[in-house]
C-alpha cells in the first residue's frame, strides 16, 4: 500500500477532535494514523498558497487542516490577526504569535503555518518536534503578484522603506533553516500543481527504502536485493561486484516551470535545488545539504557566477569549469564531493581515499579533502596515483606540493589506465580490503568519477550552462543545445546525459577524443578494442585514457538496464581486450552522442586560430573539443564547448601554438607571458600561488604489488604514527 492510500485509511480509522482552548495551551488530539502522530506543516511567505494548499492536501488525504492564523491565533485572541498587529507592533506581534504557537499542540493533521512563524526559533523548534515541514518555496514575482490581488501591500515585519521583494529575500533564511522538504514551484504554478507537488515530496520522504542504487552489474545476485542508499554509495565509490552505482528508480525531472525560475537564480542556488531532487533528505538533509553546497561553491572559486558561459565565435560559446582552486572541471565536484563523503562517514572506521588521475584529477582531490576539519579530516586519507611523465608539470607541481601525513601523491612509471585497473583490483579483492579493515580499522573508497558523489555535481553544471544561455537571451527555455565535451574517462559526457535525462533539452552530446581516440571509434562503430592500441602521449593528458569507465553507465542505460550484457561486454574487455556492441545498441547510442578526434597538429592550430581571432587563449583540452565541435556542427542550434582546465596548466603546449619564442624555463615565469599574451580569460590566481610551493614526491614500479605496499605504507602513516 502506497503512503497516500495508507493515511487515507487511517483518516478513516482515526478522526480529530478539536479540544478547547485554554490560556495556557491549545491542544487538538488525534488517534493514530500510520503516519504516526506527525502532522504536515506548510510553511512559506504570505502569498505562498499555504491555507489553499493545505485545504486541498487535507482533502485528498481525508485529514484535518488547520490554519494556524484562523483556528489558533484569531481564537486565542478573540480579535483578527490585523487588528492585533496594528494593536501591539510588528516586533511585539511576533513575541506574542510565537508564544501562542509554542501553547498549541495538534497531531496528525495538516498544518498551515503563517508567513512569520519562522522567524520564531522557539515556536518552531516546538512545532518540528511533532511534524514533517514542508516549504512551499514560490517565486518571489509570483508571490508579490498574487498579493497584490489581494490588495496586501504590507506584510509583518515590513517596515517603511523596505520593499516587498527585499523582505521576501530577506525571510528565505529562516524558511530554510526550518525545513525537511522543498517543494520547488515552477513559475506560474497553480495551487492544485503545488499540491500535487505537496503529496510526492512527502511520499517521497516517507518511502527513503525506495530511493536506492543498484550495480550496473548485479543483475539478480544478492547485490541486488540489498538496500543501498546515496551515503552507502559516497563510502563505498565502487559496487562489490565490480560494477558502477546508478539510481534504481532513474533521474528525478525538472519542469520548464522550474526551469524557468532556475534561470534568474545562483550557481550555489542551482546547485541547491537540484541535487535536493538528487539526495534524499534521510541522507542529508535539507539543512546539511544547504551548508555543504554553500561551503564548496560560496568563495572557493574565483568566478562569482562559479561556471561561466561566455561567448567564443558564431554560434559556439564556452562554459569555463576552471574557476576552481586548482583550475580545472574537476573542482566543480571535489569541492563538493569530500563534504558529502565526511557528512555519510559511519563511526569508529578510517577511509582511505585511492585516486587514479590522468593529471587535474589528482591536484582537486587533495584541495578538496584538504578543506575538511577536526575529526573528519584526522579519519580521511588521499592517496593519489598519477603516471609518470604523463602529466603537465604545472600538474605534477599541483598534486606534489601537498605534503600532508595524510595526503600524498605517487607517480608510477606507467599510463593511466595502468593505475586505474590497480585501484579497481584492489577494490576487488575482499582478502585485501579485509585485511585493512581488521589490521588498521582502514576502509578504501574513491573519489574517481566512478564515485557517485563525483558525478552528481558535474550534472550541476550542465543544467547551469543551459540556464545561463537563457539567462543571456540566447536560447529560449525549451530550445536544443549540443555540448561537446573533450572526453577521456567518460564522466563527464555522461554527466551531461544525465542532465538530459532530468529534462535539460540537450540535443546531442558530442564525445572529442585526441589521437588516443578509442572513445570516439567506439560510438563511431560500436567496436571497443584495445588490441594494438598503446597509449600515446598528446599535448591533452586529461583525456589520455583508453578505458572509459563510465561508458558502463551508458551503456547500462541504452540497453534496458541489462546487467547480464554490461557484466560480459566489460568481462569481455578485460579478458579479450575488445568488444563489439549490438547492432540495435549501436543505433541507439548514436541517437544520443556524436564523436570526433582530433591530431596535435589540429590543437595547436585551433589554440592559435582562435587567439588571433578574439584573442580568447584556450587550453589543449578545450581546442580538441574546437576542432571537434566544428566538424560536427551543422548550425541549427548552439554549441557550449566545456572549457576543462586553464592554459596556464599546459602551458608549454600553449606556447607552441602560439609561436613563441624564447620560453621561460621556470612555470610561474611561463603564467606570467601567458597571461601578458591573452586578453582573456584571466590569470588563475591559485595556481600562481600553487607553483610557489616546492614538493616532491615517490616514484614506483609499474608493479601491482608495489601500488599495494604504497597503499599500506599510507595506511600507516596516516593512521598509526602518532604526531
Known amino acids: 500500500m502506497g503512503l497516500l492510500s495508507a493515511i487515507q485509511l487511517a483518516s478513516r480509522i482515526a478522526r480529530c477532535c478539536l479540544c478547547q482552548l485554554s490560556t495556557s495551551k491549545s491542544c487538538f488530539s488525534t488517534k493514530s494514523t500510520l503516519m504516526g502522530d506527525k502532522n504536515i506543516l506548510l510553511m512559506g511567505p504570505p502569498g505562498a498558497g499555504k491555507t489553499t494548499v493545505g ?9 484535518p487542516i488547520i490554519d494556524v492564523d484562523d483556528d489558533v491565533l484569531e481564537k486565542r485572541w478573540k480579535m483578527p490577526v490585523a487588528a492585533k498587529l496594528a494593536e501591539v507592533g510588528g516586533r511585539f506581534f511576533l513575541e506574542e504569535e510565537g508564544q501562542t504557537l509554542c501553547n498549541f499542540s495538534a497531531s496528525g493533521c495538516i498544518i498551515s503555518l503563517t508567513g512569520s512563524n519562522p522567524l520564531h526559533a522557539e515556536a518552531m523548534q516546538h512545532m518540528k518536534q511533532n511534524g514533517l515541514v514542508v516549504y512551499l518555496d514560490v517565486d518571489s514575482e509570483d508571490i508579490i503578484e498574487r498579493l497584490s490581488r489581494m490588495k496586501v501591500d504590507r506584510i509583518v515585519g515590513q517596515e517603511e522603506g523596505v520593499s516587498l521583494k527585499d523582505l ?15 517543494v520547488f514551484c515552477g513559475m506560474g504554478d497553480t495551487v492544485e500543481e503545488v499540491a500535487e507537488k505537496v503529496l510526492r515530496a512527502v511520499e517521497r520522504y516517507q518511502e527513503h527504502d525506495e530511493e536506492t542504487y543498484i550495480s ?11 538496500k543501498t542508499y546515496f551515503s552507502d554509495v559516497v563510502i563505498e565509490g565502487l559496487a562489490a561486484d565490480g560494477g558502477l552505482y546508478v539510481p534504481k528508480k532513474g533521474f528525478p525531472k525538472i519542469s520548464k516551470s522550474q526551469c524557468l525560475r532556475l534561470i ?151 599510463d593511466f589506465d595502468f593505475c586505474q585497473k590497480s585501484i579497481k583490483r584492489m577494490f576487488g579483492e575482499a582478502g585485501l580490503t579485509g585485511h585493512f579493515a581488521v589490521e588498521y580499522g582502514t576502509v578504501l573508497s574513491t573519489a574517481n568519477s566512478i564515485n557517485w558523489a563525483r558525478l552528481l555535481p558535474q550534472v550541476v553544471y550542465h543544467c547551469s550552462s543551459y540556464l545561463d544561455l537563457c539567462r543571456d537571451g540566447v536560447i529560449n527555455c525549451g530550445d536544443p543545445v549540443d555540448v561537446c565535451i573533450p572526453t577521456g574517462n567518460f564522466g563527464n559526457a555522461m554527466s551531461a546525459l544525465y542532465a538530459k535525462q532530468m529534462g535539460i533539452p540537450i540535443r546531442k552530446v558530442i564525445c572529442a577524443s585526441n589521437h588516443n581516440r578509442i572513445v570516439a571509434d567506439f560510438i563511431t562503430t560500436g567496436q571497443y578494442d584495445l588490441q594494438g592500441h598503446p597509449l600515446l602521449h598528446s599535448h591533452s593528458p586529461a ?114 601554438a602560439l609561436q613563441i619564442q624564447n620560453v621561460p624555463q621556470d612555470p610561474m615565469e611561463q603564467l606570467k607571458v601567458l597571461e601578458a599574451t591573452a586578453s582573456r580569460p584571466e590569470a588563475h590566481r591559485e595556481m600562481m600561488k600553487c607553483l610557489r610551493e616546492k614538493g616532491g614526491h615517490r616514484v614506483c614500479q609499474a608493479d601491482y604489488s608495489v601500488l599495494v605496499e604504497e597503499v599500506e605504507s599510507m595506511i600507516q602513516d596516516s593512521f598509526l604514527k602518532v604526531t
Open 264 to 414: 534568474s537564480m545562483s550557481y550555489p542556488e542551482r546547485a541547491l535545488v537540484l541535487l535536493e531532487k538528487c539526495i534524499h533528505p534521510k541522507d542529508v538533509s535539507a539543512l546539511d545539504l544547504r551548508d555543504i553546497v554553500y561551503k564548496a561553491y560560496e568563495s572557493n572559486f574565483s568566478s562569482e557566477r562559479v561556471a561561466p558561459v561566455k561567448h567564443l565565435v558564431q554560434n559556439q560559446y564556452v562554459q569555463e569549469l576552471f574557476h576552481g582552486p586548482t583550475a580545472s572541471f574537476k573542482d566543480l565536484a571535489l569541492q563538493l564531493m569530500p563534504q558529502l563523503f565526511a557528512h555519510c562517514l559511519p563511526p569508529m572506521c578510517n577511509f582511505l581515499i585511492l585516486v587514479a588521475t590522468s593529471g587535474d584529477t589528482g591536484s582537486a582531490v587533495l584541495s578538496g579533502f584538504s578543506r575538511l576539519s577536526g575529526t573528519d579530516r584526522h579519519r580521511t586519507g588521499v592517496l593519489v596515483f598519477f603516471p609518470n611523465e604523463g602529466v603537465s608539470p604545472i600538474q605534477e607541481q599541483q598534486m606534489t606540493s601537498f605534503r600532508e601525513r595524510n595526503a600524498r601523491a605517487v607517480s608510477v612509471l606507467s
Open 216 to 226: 550496473t552489474r548485479c543483475g539478480g545476485s544478492e547485490l541486488s536485493n540489498r
Open 168 to 182: 521576501l529575500c530577506y525571510r528565505k533564511q529562516f524558511y530554510e533553516k526550518w525545513l525537511d522538504i522543498r
Open 55 to 63: 485545504k486541498i492536501v487535507a482533502h485528498k488525504l481525508g485529514l
Open 543 to 656: 583525456i589520455d585514457i583508453l578505458k572509459s569507465s563510465n561508458l558502463e553507465r551508458f551503456i547500462y542505460h541504452i540497453s534496458g538496464r541489462s546487467s547480464c550484457l554490461v557484466k560480459d561486454l566489460f568481462t569481455r574487455l578485460e579478458v579479450e581486450k575488445c568488444f563489439q556492441l549490438p547492432e540495435h545498441l549501436l543505433s541507439k547510442m548514436q541517437e544520443q552522442v556524436q564523436a570526433g578526434w582530433c591530431s596535435e597538429d589540429d590543437c595547436l592550430a585551433a589554440i592559435h586560430n582562435v587567439h588571433t581571432q578574439t584573442g580568447y587563449l584556450m587550453d589543449t583540452h578545450t581546442a580538441v573539443a574546437k576542432v571537434v565541435a566544428d566538424r560536427l556542427k551543422d548550425g541549427s542550434c548552439p554549441t557550449v564547448l566545456c572549457s576543462t582546465a586553464h592554459y596556464g596548466k599546459f602551458a608549454p603546449a600553449v606556447f607552441k
